[in-house]
């Protein structure tokens, strides 16, 4: 006999309904996270089946140490959208109330009778999903940085017009290294040509030196609307911070894209992505993790380009 099995996930704990294929309740209880959980969950369900393949587990995530235990352990493990198990709560029931306890008996009841809209985990490799990490990481990273750069134009807007005709991407490192010197438009009037040549060279530029300077020169010293002092100062200050945090982003992605792509590199399937137009180490490693390298994860060519 199939058993279905619906795991509500928390942090510290699972509330698994174990039901039969009719749906009548088998089983149910709450087992904490960790090793000692997951021995429960075993015993709870082999009371019920002799072989592992008998059990059906739905829940609503693909990773994580738990999932990849019932996946070792043999069981059929189907991950599914959290909005999937919304809207099928809502088909079969009229009241709002949400528990635990009743969206493990919906996650059962899922499995049970619509799987086949669903996809089981993938068995992909350890090394993918160790891309799959690194290239999430390093995704979010960027998006950290994306809301800080735009924090700081709004702040700049406020009173440094000055420094945004200097410099159109706020992530750059010629950005951060001559707003981490001059946060205010006073100090940054009063740079020298040769000022901000050092500067940008501390900063890591090589090339263009002399041109790059001049240009953020001229910017800095034309007259714009200026905001009163102590609000410029304390405007500084924020920048000065803010720059800060975007450099060390700066640095961590760098660090993140070095890693990603060493990790890209082992895959056998590297080359594949690489050959597709379009495609260098960091976004190839972002495909190659979220499609995976299972070869029975989709069942068609049309599958895999949907």
Do not use: C
């Not at 829940?59 to 140490?65: F, S, V």
């Not at 995704?139 to 406020?158: D, F, K």
């Not at 006073?186 to 001049?214: F, M, P, S």
């Amino acid at each position: 006999m199939t058993v279905f099995v619906g795991d509500d996930w928390a942090e510290a704990y699972h509330d698994v309904h174990v039901m039969d294929p009719s749906g009548e309740r088998l089983a149910s209880r709450r087992l904490p996270e960790g090793l000692e959980g997951i021995r429960g969950f075993h015993d709870l369900v082999a009371g019920h089946v002799d072989d592992p393949a008998e059990v059906v587990v739905g829940i609503e995530t693909d990773r994580g140490l738990w999932v990849e235990a019932l996946v070792a352990a043999g069981y059929q493990v189907y991950a599914i959208n959290p909005m999937s198990v919304v809207r099928y709560r809502d088909r079969h029931s009229v009241g709002g109330a949400k528990s635990d306890a009743g969206d493990a008996k919906v996650l059962g009841d899922l499995v049970r009778t619509d799987r086949h809209n669903h996809r089981p985990v993938a068995g992909d490799s350890d090394l993918v999903g160790a891309v799959k990490v690194l290239a999430r990481a390093h995704q979010n990273l960027i998006w950290v940085r994306n809301q800080h750069t735009n924090r700081l134009r709004n702040a700049l807007r406020e009173y440094y017009p000055a420094a945004l005709e200097a410099f159109s991407n706020l992530a750059d490192r010629d950005t951060v290294a001559v707003l981490g010197r001059a946060p205010t438009p006073d100090v940054g009037a009063r740079l020298t040509l040769a000022q901000i040549r050092v500067v940008l060279k501390r900063g890591g530029r090589q090339r263009n030196l002399e041109h790059r300077a001049t240009e953020i020169h001229q910017a800095l010293r034309t007259d714009q609307l200026a905001a009163p002092a102590a609000v410029a100062a304390a405007f500084g200050a924020t920048t000065r911070a803010t720059v800060g945090i975007i450099g060390e982003l700066n640095r961590q992605i760098t660090q993140l894209e070095t890693e990603l792509g060493a990790h890209f590199e082992q895959h056998p399937d590297a080359d594949i992505y690489l050959s597709q137009p379009g495609l260098g180490d960091v976004l190839g490693a972002r495909v190659l993790g979220e499609f995976g390298d299972d070869p029975d994860r989709y069942a068609d060519v049309k599958s895999r380009r949907n």
